[in-house]
């Protein structure tokens, strides 16, 4: 992204003309700037994260119809034909499904606290900016 025209450098230089007493706009624009910058970060994460949680749905379902395949070649060959092994095997299968269910709904809350925590920093860091550009020079 560091290489990338940016449109900030003329804005800045097309509000110059405009110049208000006692009202920075270099700052204002560079403020605007971070803004994108940021947003443009949460965003970046929060494709990552969607990509890492559809990797791990589909680890999931790979890992899901194997198992499903594995059960009913057992079934075929008579290894699950006892009711205390397919109860085991169905309590397993139960079991990964929740922790699949939990290591996912785990992700998700990363994602978005992440997410958040980028946002909220560059919330505080503009209220910084104002702060100082309301002080009397």
């Known amino acids: 992204m560091a290489n990338q025209p940016t449109p900030f ?3 800045a230089k097309m509000m110059e003309q405009f ?3 006692g009202i920075d706009m270099s700052a204002i624009v560079e403020g605007r700037r971070k ?3 940021a947003l443009t970060e949460a965003n ?3 494709v990552e994260a969607m990509q890492a949680f559809a990797a791990k749905q ?4 790979t890992e899901a119809m194997q198992g499903l395949q594995a059960a009913a070649q057992g079934m075929l060959s008579g290894g699950l034909s006892d009711p205390a092994k397919q109860t085991e095997v169905m309590h397993k299968g ?3 499904t929740l922790s699949d269910m939990k290591d ?4 998700a809350r990363k ?3 992440d997410a958040m925590a980028q946002i909220t920093q560059r919330a505080a860091e503009q209220m910084q900016g104002v702060k100082k550009l309301m002080q009397p020079k």
């Open 44 to 46: 970046e994460a929060a």
């Open 94 to 96: 139960f079991a990964k």
């Open 111 to 113: 994602a978005q606290s």
């Open 19 to 21: 110049k208000m007493p």
């Open 35 to 37: 803004d994108i910058a």
């Open 58 to 61: 589909t680890a999931m379902m």
């Open 9 to 11: 450098g003329d804005v």
């Open 104 to 107: 996912l709904a785990e992700m």
